[in-house]
């Protein structure tokens, strides 16, 4: 199993909410509001100085799923442009609750 971590502008949060829906992927928790700076979109503080915050989801899956699920999200940042901002990445689940 692999939990994959999408950290994205909320902008986004629909369609990131869209590609896991018609995934069938259920369970995930969200974060609704963060702050933060990247590379290539900029920097999103929540403020009148820097404003846009982003948004961030998690899911833990099987791998086959982490795998074809990164994938659409890498279609997805192609489609939309760095400028946008999605990232998203994968940490191995060793253990879960039975």
Known sequence: MKAVWILHDIVLTDDIQDLLDEMG???MSRWRRMTGRGPQSGTRMDTHVWPGANSGAFVVVDDAVADRLMGRLQILRSEIGAQTGVWAFTTPVLE???
């Open 25 to 27: 992927i259920v369970g």
């Open 96 to 98: 879960t609750l039975k």
